[in-house]
């Protein structure tokens, strides 16, 4: 009872009394493909510290979306782990159970929810919020364009704290497995509807950036949103990944975070970000065009005298495989800077430019904020420094991904006949990704052909004239 009625006084005190009455602050559902028509439900949840204890199992209703074959099914998700992600504030919970799906060309919405929000979140009616379930939904195929799939998933967290009147910048970075194309949109924040299975929009619901209508960008492209936060309390930010197949809409995972506009007295000044000597302003992603095969390097100075400990995570594909870029750090009394270096191969052209993200956090007695700096990378097919025959050379890499399954990237200048295949250390055949004739141009693979093995990986491409590429790969 004393540990609450500080936390109440604490709270009161910082702006945020605004958190309490149960316990959730947000979450989102995801599939991942197993094997064959098997697949597992996962759930993410926060709950703030403080309020009701969090639910041992989640109940999750999947349901057709085909008139055809209008049913539904119940799963039960069990508690997996659970963990800490701001002290006596926020924690995080995972649950997860694996289903079959009984029609694999279907089209799911597979929705979950529990009770209750919390008290007096400024944009889902004030004092009321908390009469509304918390709630997410998911729309999955299993089966897309004649192969299996995972839905996308947020690789970071949300952040629950923002200091008023300073920019609040969050980019969930999603990944999707299959190599699918994603875009962003933002969405309304919803509750249990009055029909068993189903989910309503809050009907007091406001857009975020429109209590006291504050200054605010969304990057449809990263998810990437900005926001200049002008008034203390909660604050409920529902948005939602859209996954593309061939140019076809085939999935969905929505967010569902609750944010604490704070007043802090130790984070009191907004940092100022230099990249490469630019300032980092206002709500604009920063864009570079950058040449394939050619060493780039990007500069990274933050100025925040604020008495905080501070420190960087390097996230992204950008980061990842044979060819991955490399950050080092300093930081001083008044501030933090990063070098990194990269240089993209040749496999990594490509008109879609390359995500580099950067969160800068900073810890103090009390919270923890961050500030994530997505930087759009566009790699060019003119390389310096490299003759015309160089650059039409076919061009090879691979490397594990964050779903830890194999991705590949060739480029042919002309068709050739490819075989690519996997071997371990005593030349025995482990698998075979391509055989036969490819067409001229770029070509992307993801494989879970490996899934089963560990330790040092030979991955050998060949095209039966003379030019082939080994590479080693470590799976742990």
């Known amino acids: 009872m004393k540990k609450l009625i500080f936390l109440l006084s604490f709270c009161y005190l910082f702006g945020i009394e605004d958190s309490f009455a149960t316990h959730s602050m947000g979450g989102e559902i995801f599939v991942t493909h197993v094997s064959g028509s098997q697949y597992k439900l996962n759930v993410r949840f926060w ?8 639910p041992s199992t989640f109940d999750v209703i999947t349901r057709s979306i085909a008139s055809s074959s209008n049913f539904y099914f119940h799963s039960i998700l069990s ?48 004092i009321g919020s908390s009469a509304h379930h918390f709630a997410v939904t998911t729309e999955f195929s299993p089966s897309a364009v004649g192969s ?36 962003f949109r933002l969405e309304v924040s919803q509750t249990m509807g009055y029909m068993y299975g189903y989910l309503i929009n809050i009907p007091t619901f406001i857009p975020i950036y429109q209590v006291n209508n504050t200054p605010y960008s969304f990057d449809a492209q ?34 569902d975070i609750q944010i604490s506009v704070i007043n802090n007295s130790v984070n009191t000044n907004p940092p100022t970000i230099l990249l490469n000597g630019n300032p980092l302003t206002g709500f604009t992603l920063p864009s ?10 990007l500069n990274l100075d933050i100025t925040d005298p604020d008495p905080t400990t501070k420190s960087f995570l390097f996230t992204g594909p950008v980061f990842q495989g044979p060819s991955a870029a490399v950050a080092s750090t300093t930081t001083t009394s008044t501030g933090i800077s990063a070098v990194i270096n990269w240089t993209p191969s040749l496999s990594m052209i490509s008109p879609v430019p390359h995500q580099m993200h950067i969160k800068y956090r900073e810890v103090t007695p009390l919270y923890t904020f961050s500030r994530d700096i997505p930087v759009m990378l566009q790699v060019s ?3 310096a420094g490299l003759e015309q025959s160089q650059v039409d050379d076919i061009a090879f890499d691979a490397y594990l991904n964050e779903a830890g399954l194999l991705q590949m990237s060739l480029r042919l200048p002309s068709a050739k006949d490819i075989n690519i295949m996997a071997y371990d250390v005593q030349g025995r055949k482990l698998a075979k990704f391509a055989e036969g004739t490819m067409t001229k141009g770029q070509h992307q693979f ?7 093995h560990q330790g040092l990986i030979i991955l050998k491409a060949v095209d039966g004239k003379g030019w082939q590429k080994t590479l080693k790969l470590i799976k742990p």
């Open 79 to 126: 508690l997996d782990s659970s963990k800490v992600i701001s002290p006596n504030y926020a924690e995080e919970y995972y649950y997860s159970s694996l289903i079959t799906f009984p029609f694999l060309n279907e089209r799911y919405r597979i929705i979950t929810s529990t009770c209750c929000r919390n008290l007096n979140i400024l944009n889902l009616g004030g």
């Open 148 to 183: 299996s799939n995972s839905s996308p998933r947020f690789l970071l967290p949300p952040e629950p704290f923002a200091p008023v009147n300073q920019p609040y910048i969050h980019g969930p970075f999603a990944f999707d497995p299959d190599g699918d194309s994603l875009t």
């Open 47 to 54: 709950r703030f510290s403080s309020g009701a204890i969090a």
């Open 222 to 255: 990263t998810g990437t949103f900005f926001w200049l936060p002008n008034t203390l309390g909660s604050h409920q930010l529902t948005y939602a990944v859209d996954e593309w197949r061939n140019g076809t809409k085939i999935g969905s995972v929505m967010r």
């Open 381 to 383: 097919s003119i390389v």
């Open 288 to 297: 570079i065009q950058i040449q394939a095969g050619s060493p780039f390097t």
């Open 446 to 452: 993801i494989s879970d052909k490996l899934t089963a």
